[in-house]
């Protein structure tokens, strides 16, 4: 006869395994990228009016958009962008209408691409931490030294 063996307890099973966590609602973002593109193009449409509806091609130049960039961006108080009413749309819009029309001088004449890359670069950094921190301060000033030269 063999040795009994002593009594072993049953090992209790592993403990269950938590649900997968909810994943996020995509609303805000969804919300964020519609009004973006609400903003964004208000911003072409007010640039196009503000220039007279004209096109790149006949009427306005590299030289102009790259002005009316300076020129938003000089009326643009960044500290007045989350502000509630017309304060806060009024630097929504300016703000949107420097970076575009930045950018359309730098596709008319590469010699604007300094002033387009410093606006991108502080909207860039202005969409990762929602506010206009020190980078993105720093880049604003850049553009607001090549504006000065213009």
């Not at 009427?59 to 509630?84: I, N, P, Q, V, W």
């Amino acid at each position: 006869m063999q040795p009994q063996q002593p009594y072993q307890a049953p090992v209790p099973p592993p403990p269950p395994v938590p649900p997968a966590a909810q994943a996020r609602s995509r609303g805000p973002l969804v919300t964020a990228l519609l009004v973006g593109l609400l903003v964004g193009g208000g911003a072409v449409g007010a640039a196009w009016a503000l220039t007279g509806g004209t096109s790149g091609a006949g009427g306005t130049s590299a030289a102009d958009d790259a002005r009316g960039a300076c020129d938003a961006l000089a009326g643009f108080d960044e500290s007045k962008y989350t502000a509630e009413g017309d304060e806060g749309l009024i630097a929504l819009n300016r703000w949107t209408g420097a970076v575009t029309l930045s950018a359309a001088a730098a596709m008319g004449d590469s010699s604007y691409q300094p002033l387009a890359d410093a606006l991108q670069r502080a909207s860039d950094r202005h969409m990762q931490v929602f506010e206009f921190d020190d980078r993105a301060k720093k880049d604003l000033a850049t553009a607001r030294e090549i504006c000065a030269d213009l």
